[in-house]
């Protein structure tokens, strides 16, 4: 079992403020703990809450003390909002090493019992932060009714993504294979690809584009999804694919290729949809989704699933359109990045609900509802060319480079819009609605909402 834990950019922001302080400062991390299918346990925090400055009995360079009232009321909203709550405090600049101190595990022992039953939780966390050259370093735990594990990881996600690993962990050797990467943007973040695990949804056009990219970047792990069989019409668009491969399941010929790319890639597969629950739940255990289905009912899932288990998506969508001759007139794409922060699909009207609801009805219904006016009718087949597909996974696979490095402009966008007959781009950024899911004030960003999963019903 390993455990990673997951931080909005912004909050990250201020704990390297407060790390950066020549005193010790602390604080609770109000946070959900989820268990994923894979043996993955995620930590995803919701809101931190300081401890006030009449709090602190003692603050100083190497040591604190702190009465009750700086973090019995943390207890009380972590209850309320149905959350654990996880200790922290800084070991600052002049010392910069997150090491427990003995007088550290005294206060956990403390503290261990007392949070657990003012948050009506079975769990107990603490964490460590200092100061980096880029940004933090730290060492934590999660106790777990006495069951102890080691937080491995933590992967800071919003405007930018970093990922750390905790203090003290070896760093992995980098292959020569990868030196032109390395060259562009570093070793760290080829090593931040290398061990991220990337799900790719929909393995058509965009989908095995997407994951060729990503792999020949230096991804190793990657979990596809697609229910569908390769048609002679896909060979036009699918990378790797061949006429033997007709008939056979999208995933595993996208699988196949990969790992004669790359032999030593983990690449389970899913031969279904992320309309069914069991699928959709394994999508919990990705750092990184990349969203290229071309329904309506599938981003709804993706939508919610980057506001409830704060992964970042990024969802691509090609539009080819034609006059009334049949001439094509309009070659459109766009990449949409879900995270922490920004607008999801609904805010954005990226979604027509209208037609995710009839695509979630049984094939019988539909038809009935249909007929009579009440549905939209679906099966039309879209025009698509590889070139067009190619370049929107290009530019989403970039999105997720540029969050790493950070060469753009900041803030940087969320939605980038690729009108190709009229050789443009253009980017923007929207905000959440009031009160809406992917409204920080809405109190459901890292909720992990298992039951019902995501909030939804499911068929």
């Not at 190497?62 to 800084?90: K, M, N, R």
């Not at 020569?176 to 562009?184: C, L």
Request: one cysteine or more; glycine letters at 8%.
């Amino acid at each position: 079992m390993s455990c990673t834990m997951v931080l909005p950019h912004e909050l990250a922001q201020e704990i390297v403020r407060a790390a950066q302080d020549p005193l010790e400062t602390a604080g609770v991390l109000l946070a959900s703990l989820r268990e994923c299918s894979d043996g993955l346990r995620k930590v995803l925090v919701r809101k931190i809450i300081w401890v006030p400055e009449h709090a602190y009995r003692v603050r100083r360079q190497d040591a604190l003390s702190i009465c009750s009232e700086g973090y019995v009321p943390a207890l009380q909203e972590a209850e309320s909002l149905g959350a654990c709550a996880i200790w922290f405090h800084t070991h600052p600049t002049e010392i910069g090493i997150p090491l427990p101190s003995p007088h550290d595990e005294i206060v956990d022992g403390q503290l261990r019992d007392l949070f657990r039953l003012r948050t009506s939780s079975e769990v107990y966390g603490s964490i460590i932060f200092s100061p980096a050259a880029d940004g933090l370093s730290f060492t934590g735990f999660i106790d777990i009714d006495r069951f102890v594990e080691k937080i491995d990881r933590l992967f800071i996600i919003g405007d930018r993504f970093h990922d750390v690993d905790a203090y003290a962990e070896c760093s992995s050797v980098l292959s020569t294979e990868f030196d032109r990467s390395v060259r562009a943007f570093g070793g760290a973040v080829q090593a931040t690809i290398s061990r991220l695990s990337f799900g790719v949804v929909g393995n058509g056009g965009t989908g095995s584009a997407v994951a060729e990219q990503l792999v020949r970047l230096g991804a190793r792990h990657l979990i596809l999804f697609d229910p569908d069989t390769l048609e002679l019409s896909n060979l036009t668009r699918v990378y790797g694919s061949t006429r033997n491969d007709v008939g056979r399941a999208k995933v595993e010929v996208l699988r196949d290729y990969l790992l004669r790319i790359s032999p030593d890639l983990e690449c389970p597969v899913y031969q279904s949809s992320i309309l069914d629950e069991r699928t959709a739940r394994r999508l919990i255990g990705c750092d990184v989704v990349f969203g290229c289905t071309d329904d309506n009912a599938g981003r709804i899932v993706l939508s919610r699933l980057a506001s409830q288990f704060m992964i970042p998506v990024f969802d691509c969508g090609v539009l080819l359109s034609s006059d009334a001759a049949g001439n094509l007139v309009g070659i459109d794409g766009r990449v949409t990045t879900l995270c922490p922060g920004t607008a999801c699909l609904v805010c954005r009207n990226r979604i027509d609900m209208r037609r995710a609801a009839a695509e979630q009805m049984s094939a019988a219904e539909h038809r009935r509802l249909a007929a009579e006016g009440y549905a939209p009718a679906l099966g039309r087949i879209e025009p698509a060319v590889v070139t067009f597909t190619t370049s929107v996974a290009a530019q989403a696979v970039s999105e997720l480079i540029e969050r790493f490095v950070g060469y753009g402009p900041t803030p940087r966008p969320s939605e980038v819009l690729l009108r190709m007959h009229d050789r443009e781009i253009s980017t923007n950024i929207v905000h959440p609605r009031k009160d809406h899911y992917c409204d920080s004030e809405a109190g459901q960003l890292g909720a992990g909402t298992m039951n019902p999963f995501l909030d939804l019903a499911w068929p």
